[in-house]
């Protein structure tokens, strides 16, 4: 076989099994490449940062603007927060900011009034409260902040005296026997109406054992079945608790959630 025969035929063929046996090629390999006994290398997977960049930006751009819109300040600010730590780069940040400057322009402006609320709340100009209270709510009527000033706004009417409750029946029992936890309990049940001309929300109905001293054995507090207590409604309460062989009285009251205790007509 002539030597031009092999250079022309077979080295080239003899060259390509070399470089792949030896790893002398383009393609890079990415993982934990060993280079000694006690040594390795990691490669890193190469990434497409700009592509997954946007996405994530976006997101938190669409829940910051979604939450801005229903107007939950302070979840939409969340968002867009972190919109600006994580991504610093991105082309959304200036509109971002904007978001976020108008959100905190309102939720400042919330905490002023909100502080005048209380205020007033506590050195009893009530009807300047509620006052601020009806204004807010219209002005800034989003979930959080109805449901917090609702609750101020019931506890001004109470102090007011112009929410009151009247008891239509009631009874009580000491005889009653549970099958599920097999013993005798105290039950007290009845009927209330809301005979303000104010709907109420979250109260609760109370009931106070007392011995024949007239000290405090017990006392139990309970919501009441319907969330809202509309005027003229009439609402069934009952209050299971333990039986004390020295009750001799029972006392029931209404509340609101803060323990406010509701005048009975």
């Given at each position: 076989?002539?030597?031009?025969?092999?250079?022309?035929?077979?080295?080239?063929?003899?060259?390509?099994?070399?470089?792949?046996?030896?790893?002398?090629?383009?393609?890079?390999?990415?993982g934990?490449?060993?280079?000694g006994?006690?040594?390795?290398?990691?490669?890193?997977?190469?990434?497409?940062?700009?592509?997954?960049?946007?996405?994530?930006?976006?997101?938190?751009?669409?829940?910051?603007?979604?939450?801005?819109?229903?107007?939950e300040?302070?979840?939409?600010?969340?968002?867009?927060?972190?919109?600006?730590?994580?991504?610093?780069?991105?082309?959304?940040?200036?509109?971002?900011?904007?978001?976020?400057?108008?959100?905190?322009?309102?939720?400042s402006?919330?905490?002023?009034?909100?502080?005048?609320?209380?205020?007033?709340?506590?050195?009893?100009?009530?009807e300047?409260?509620?006052?601020?209270?009806?204004f807010?709510s219209?002005?800034?009527?989003?979930?959080?902040l109805?449901?917090?000033?609702?609750?101020?706004?019931?506890?001004?009417?109470?102090?007011?005296?112009?929410?009151?409750?009247?008891?239509?029946?009631?009874?009580?029992?000491?005889?009653?026997?549970?099958?599920?936890?097999?013993?005798?309990?105290?039950?007290?049940?009845?009927?209330?109406?809301?005979?303000?001309?104010?709907?109420?929300?979250n109260?609760?109905?109370?009931?106070i054992?007392?011995?024949?001293?007239?000290?405090?054995?017990?006392?139990?507090?309970?919501?009441?079945?319907d969330?809202?207590?509309?005027?003229?409604?009439?609402?069934?309460?009952?209050?299971?608790?333990?039986?004390?062989a020295?009750?001799?009285?029972?006392?029931?009251e209404?509340?609101?959630q803060?323990?406010?205790?509701?005048?009975?007509?």
């Amino acid at each position: 076989m002539s030597y031009f025969y092999i250079v022309a035929n077979l080295l080239p063929a003899t060259l390509l099994i070399m470089m792949s046996i030896t790893g002398c090629h383009s393609q890079k390999k990415y993982g934990i490449a060993e280079v000694g006994l006690n040594k390795a290398v990691h490669i890193p997977n190469p990434q497409r940062i700009s592509r997954a960049n946007i996405r994530s930006a976006k997101y938190y751009f669409r829940l910051g603007k979604q939450k801005m819109e229903s107007k939950e300040y302070e979840i939409s600010n969340f968002y867009l927060k972190k919109l600006i730590e994580q991504f610093p780069d991105s082309p959304l940040i200036s509109e971002a900011k904007t978001y976020l400057t108008h959100n905190d322009e309102i939720l400042s402006e919330v905490k002023d009034m909100f502080d005048k609320i209380m205020t007033y709340q506590q050195t009893g100009r009530y009807e300047e409260s509620n006052r601020f209270i009806d204004f807010l709510s219209a002005k800034h009527p989003y979930p959080d902040l109805i449901e917090k000033t609702r609750k101020i706004k019931q506890e001004n009417l109470v102090r007011q005296g112009l929410i009151a409750l009247k008891i239509l029946e009631w009874d009580w029992s000491d005889r009653e026997y549970s099958f599920e936890h097999q013993r005798l309990n105290t039950v007290i049940k009845g009927k209330v109406k809301n005979i303000s001309n104010a709907s109420l929300a979250n109260l609760e109905v109370a009931a106070i054992l007392y011995d024949q001293k007239r000290r405090i054995i017990s006392r139990k507090a309970l919501p009441l079945a319907d969330e809202i207590f509309l005027p003229n409604q009439i609402c069934d309460f009952k209050i299971v608790d333990n039986r004390y062989a020295n009750t001799d009285y029972v006392e029931v009251e209404f509340q609101t959630q803060n323990g406010l205790v509701i005048p009975l007509k």
